[in-house]
Every structure is written in C-alpha cells, then in structure tokens.
C-alpha cells in the first residue's frame, strides 16, 4: 500500500502531483472509493459534513478531483454485510479517500470491519488520507488528539508508520496548533514525528518517506 498523508486534502499541485505519482496514471483513470467513517466519531462531525466530504463541497480536495468512478466505503456497516461482498470492492479500488474526524473512531471501524486487515495485502493501492484519515495509520496519535475514547483507552493506532502526525499547524481556525504546541505534544510520544500546515503531505512508498510541500512543516526526533 502507499499513503498520502495530507492535513488537508489535495491543497496544491505539488501534493496533486504527488498523488498521480502514487497511482502511476492519471486520475481520470483511477478508480476510487471515499470514506467518511472519521467523521462521526468526532464533536464536530455531522451528516452535513459527511455529505460535503463525499459530493466534494468541502475545503478539503479529495472526492471532486475528477475520478473515473467514485463509490462510498462506509466502514460502520461492513461487519453486517459480510467479507464476501466488500472486499472485492476495494480490490478493484485503485485509492481509498479517507475523510478526518476522530482518528481513534476511525482506526477501531477499520479493526472491525476487517479492513485494517487487508491493508497490508494491497500492495497497489494508494491511501490517501485527510487529517485523522492520515494519524489512523501512525502509531500514536498522542494524548492532545484524544477525543473519542477506545476500548483500550489508550491513543494507539494502526502502527502502519513509525511517526506520529501534527496536522492543521499554524491554521488560523485553530488557535491551539502552534508550533510550540506541537513541540510539547511530541515531547510526550516516543517515536519520531512530524508537524505539518495544511499545504503540506508526507508521502510513502515502498517503505521511503517523502515530504511535499508548498507551506510549513517540521520533524521532530525522538
């Protein structure tokens, strides 16, 4: 699997570039399924925002990108209809657009449906995701981002990476994501990680982590 792991979306023509790099054809070409599941899980969330995210009428470029098919991967409602039918789904996907909201909400849908399973599986499939839909695949979130609680209590997500993400820094809506407040909350983690402001992505592939940006970012060791 690659990833995309943007704060906010398809912002720029480097992050869209990147994004066409990672699927090897054009998007006209590229099939691919959104996800809103994040969403719901966060105070903020609503099936207004849902409904923004999936008809691409948000501020956040995902599903309005120009796709050859877009379908809808509703993760909540997997565990009742059975591997047998969605499955193939998303083997035909070649891009799974995944919405933010509640990173914790998200990363315990993905564990029930069965899809963080098969991740690992679909070497071809490119991930892209949207705030929380990219801290689901680091392996803390971190104790700031912490809203939704887990069965395990504990702010643990997928692991798919080794560093945690900082998303929104410096976002004029959001007083609380400062720069020094990023350097405090990854004081508290005990992997790498990095800030990232909403013009900026972490690409990975094939194991190699890659930083598109057209804005501010920062990593911070260990």
């Known amino acids: 699997m690659k990833l995309l792991l943007t704060s906010a979306g398809v912002k720029n023509a480097s992050i869209h570039d990147a994004l066409v790099d990672l699927l090897g ?3 006209a070409e590229s ?6 599941t994040a969403g719901y899980g966060h105070p903020m969330g609503s099936p207004a925002g849902a409904w923004r995210f999936i008809t691409g009428q948000a501020s956040t470029p995902m599903c309005e990108l120009g796709w050859k ?18 499955v193939p789904w998303v083997r035909e996907a070649d891009v799974l657009l995944v919405n933010g909201g509640d990173a914790l909400y998200l990363c315990h849908w993905m564990r029930q449906s069965g899809l963080a399973d098969l991740l690992p599986s679909l070497r071809e499939l490119v991930w892209v995701g949207l705030s929380a839909g990219s801290m689901v695949m680091t392996p803390r979130i971190g104790e700031d981002f912490v809203g939704w609680q887990s069965p395990t209590r504990s702010d643990g997500t997928l692991g798919i ?3 945690s993400i900082f998303p929104h ?3 004029p809506a959001l007083p609380e994501n400062t720069m020094a407040d990023a350097e405090n ?4 983690l005990s992997n790498p990680a990095y800030a990232i402001d909403d013009d900026t992505a972490i690409k990975v592939s094939d194991g190699v982590v890659e930083i598109v940006s057209e804005g501010s970012w920062r990593l911070f060791s260990a």
């Open 185 to 188: 909350w990854a004081a508290s």
């Open 169 to 171: 820094l410096d976002h």
């Open 161 to 163: 990476v080794d560093f």
């Open 25 to 27: 054809k054009p998007i």
């Open 31 to 36: 099939n691919a399924l959104c996800i809103p």
């Open 69 to 86: 098919s877009m379908g809808v991967l509703e993760l909540t409602a997997l565990p009742s209809i059975g591997a047998e039918r969605w």
